[in-house]
C-alpha cells in the first residue's frame, strides 16, 4: 500500500494513506470502487424509517431516491479527507427527502451512510406536501428538498454548505437567498447568511447557477443565473455582498463554478455559448477566453461535471452520452483570463477492463471531480450503480 505521508492541506492533518483498491489500479484505467450503492440504504425500503413500509414512502415524490443522482443535483467534495456529500437534492416534484449522505472514498471498502433520516420517516411523521413551499422548510424546521444544481461547496473547517435554495418540494414557489452550513455529525442546517435584503437583480431570480469555496480568502463565491452580479459570502463573518459587473454569463440551468487554485481565478461553465467564463476575484471582472480545438465526441459541454486538477494543470471534465472512457481537458494559456485554454484528451490505456455508463441525465454537475490524495476522477453517475474512478496515474 502507497503512503504519501500526512496531508496537511487547510490544517486538516489527515494521513493520505492510499487504499487497495486504488493501489491496484493502472495508470490512465476506469475501476469500480468497492463497496454499497447509495440505493443499498434507501430509507423507503426499511421499516425502520419509512411509516408505510412496504408501501411508498412520504418523501418518495414522484421518483424517489434515484433523483438525488439524476438530473438537476450535485455532491461536493471535502478533498482533505477524499469524503463525497449530497447536503441536500431532490426538489420539485421529484423528490421529498432531505437527508445527507456521505462516502469516504479514500476508505478500504468504501460505503455510502445517511447521516439522519428524512423529514416524515418513523419518530417524526409530518406531512411533507404542505403548501409552505416559500419558506423552504418542512414543519419540523429542516430544509425542504431541493434540486441542488452546483450551488453547493465543501468549505474547509466548516463543512458542506447550500448557497441558496428554491425549486422546493413541491413545486417552484419560494426562493430563500441564504447560506446554510450543515453540520457533519447532525446533518441539521444552520444560516452562515442571509442576504435577503439583496435585491433583483443581484440574486436574481433562479436558483440553477453555482457556487465555490475559495480558500485563499476564505470565501464562497455564488451567483443565479440570468442577470446578476456574483455574490461574495466572507465564512468568518457570515456577510454577503454583490461584487463585479451585471451580466448574464451564467444564463441557463448547467453553470458549474471552480475555483483554479494555481492561477487565482474562477472558471465558469454555462449553458449558453461560448459555454466557459472567467471571473477574477481580485479585480471583480468576467472574461470569456477562446476555446481552441475539439471535445471528446461523447461529451455535451452545455452540463459538464468538471474539476480543476492542480498536478496535470488542466480542468478535467465528463458529461458523456457516448465515449465514455473519455475525460475531456481544457488547459489554461500563460494568462488563464484572456489566452486560449486548449481542449485535450486524457489517455486511455487499452488495459482499460471498466467502462462507465453514459451519463443517465443530460447533466452531470459536480458528481464528477479529482481527488488530489487518490490521483484520479470519481464519478457519481446513479444511487444503483457503484462510483466509477479513473487513475491518471
Known sequence: MIYRGPNTA???????TIPAWRSAMAANTWAEIPGNTLADIDPAASATYNP????TAPWAGTGGQIIVSRGWNSTVFDRATDTLWIPLAGGHTDYAGNEPYKICLRSETPNWSMIRPPSGAV?????????????????????????SYTNNAYVDGLGPVITRTNAHFSSAVGRIQKVYAINETTGEASVL????????????GSSDAGGCYDPSRGVIWHIGSATARMLKTVVATGVTTAVGEYNNLTQGDGSCMIYVSTHDVIMVSSSVSPYFRVFDPVTELWTSPTISGSYSA?????YPGMDWCPDLGKMLMWNNASATTEITT?????????????????TVSGANAVTPPARPSGRTHKRFGYSTNLKGCYLFQSNATPIYFFATE
Open 10 to 16: 487547510h490544517g486538516r492533518g489527515t494521513p493520505s
Open 193 to 204: 447568511s442571509d442576504y435577503t435584503a439583496l435585491s433583483y437583480p443581484d440574486p436574481v
Open 123 to 147: 419518530g417524526n411523521t409530518i406531512t411533507l406536501n404542505d403548501g409552505q413551499e416559500a419558506t423552504g422548510l418542512y414543519s419540523d424546521g429542516r430544509l425542504r428538498s431541493v434540486h
Open 330 to 346: 481544457l488547459t489554461p494559456g500563460a494568462n488563464p483570463r484572456t489566452d486560449a485554454w486548449t481542449t485535450g484528451i486524457l
Open 52 to 55: 408505510n413500509y412496504p408501501s
Open 298 to 302: 461523447g461529451l455535451n459541454n452545455n
